[in-house]
């Protein structure tokens, strides 16, 4: 087992530490810094449970080591809520009931938001497309998809 010192930028706040250099990101976000938002759902990175950003891009936590993530910036479901406001894509999904058990939740929204960051007034096809990499295994996507449109309109100032 070798150890590997680490800096990674977290929700804005750098964060040093020492991890197993086969340490996942998320393992390194949910044991070393309690940052239990972000789930494991598979480890194999089909679910998108464990979405976060990292320098700017939705990445899936379970797929990238935390040695990976060095000197990174890394934005988990904790971080996007500025002031106690949640971020439009957060108040979308409480508005449009786009949950049923929450498991995926944290790591669809993370998906969300850097779709809506590339694309910020996706078609429906494209919310489909950009959804793909996120599994929800309680709902029909409906409210879902509902969430991701509103989410565009809260972002783009049309509410």
């Known amino acids: 087992m070798r150890v590997a010192k680490v800096e990674i930028?977290?929700?804005g706040t750098r964060q040093p530490g020492e991890v197993e250099d086969r340490t996942l990101l998320v393992n390194?976000?949910?044991d070393t810094l309690g940052l239990t938002g972000t789930h494991v759902g598979c480890d194999t990175s089909q679910c998108g449970c464990c979405t976060v950003h990292m320098n700017g891009r939705a990445v899936k936590s379970c797929?990238?080591?935390a040695?990976?993530?060095n000197g990174a910036e890394v934005v988990t479901i904790e971080g996007l809520a500025k002031n106690g406001d949640l971020h439009p894509v957060q108040r979308a999904f409480t508005e449009c009931h786009g949950l049923q058990c929450g498991f995926c939740t944290p790591g669809m929204i993370m998906a969300v938001v850097g779709l809506l960051e590339d694309n910020p007034n996706p078609s429906e096809e494209e919310i489909h497309h950009g959804l793909e990499g996120n599994l929800c295994r309680c709902t029909g996507y409906i409210n879902i998809?509902?969430?991701v449109k509103r989410g565009a309109e809260l972002i783009g100032g049309k509410s």
């Open 9 to 11: 930028v977290v929700n």
């Open 28 to 30: 390194f976000l949910r």
């Open 63 to 65: 797929s990238v080591l």
């Open 67 to 69: 040695v990976q993530a």
């Open 145 to 147: 998809v509902k969430a």
